[in-house]
């Protein structure tokens, strides 16, 4: 007996160490990945930029939730703000999102970071809110100005084909990013 405890504890204490070494092997690359994933995403949705929006992002509150607001810059002017932002409501959980805001406030770009929504349905989001068919796309609107919400709750967007709640995650999410620059611009005037 007691030569199965010292065996089953060496074979723990090995493990653990193999996987700390590990994780402390591969901690920068992951880093570095994660970072550079989130520059492909900051250029995709924003307009043209010469700053690095990483180092000079700030955490906003909105709601429950601190998100993560980018700020790009052109020549020392501001020409755009992104938001890294997670609707909490999706039908299968979290969906982690990216939105981004030219000066006026008008919706340039957004991209699907992370998502566990149903393949068909309401992961047609990374691609039917871009579609200029109908009310779909996000892109181009101003949500200070127009009524983001699915259509079937009384706003202008063409919610996803049997993904309502997708739909009304998604949307929710880009409203409340929207918010979140708002915050973002009145503390940075103080």
Request: glycine share 12%; hydrophobic share 45%; proline share 3%.
């Amino acid at each position: 007996m007691i030569g199965m405890v010292v065996s089953l504890g060496v074979i723990t204490v090995v493990a653990g160490a193999l996987l700390g070494g590990a994780d402390a092997l591969t901690h920068d690359a992951v880093e570095k990945a994660q970072e550079a994933s989130r520059v492909s995403a900051l250029t995709e949705v924003l307009p043209e930029f010469d700053n690095n929006p990483v180092v000079e992002m700030a955490l906003v509150r909105v709601g429950e939730d601190s998100v993560a607001v980018y700020p790009a810059k052109m020549c020392g002017r501001n020409v755009g703000n992104a938001v890294e932002i997670t609707a909490h409501d999706g039908f299968s959980g979290d969906i982690s999102l990216m939105f981004g805001f030219d000066s006026l406030g008008v919706v340039s770009g957004y991209t699907v970071l992370a998502h566990g929504e149903t393949p068909g349905l309401g992961a047609r989001m990374g691609e039917w809110f871009r579609d200029s068919v109908g009310n779909r796309s996000v892109v181009g609107c101003n949500p200070q100005v127009q009524n983001i919400t699915v259509a079937k709750d009384g706003g202008e967007i063409d919610g996803i084909t049997a993904a309502t709640i997708t739909s009304r995650a998604f949307l929710g999410a880009l409203n409340n990013a929207r918010r979140a620059v708002d915050e973002f611009e009145k503390d940075s005037q103080r």
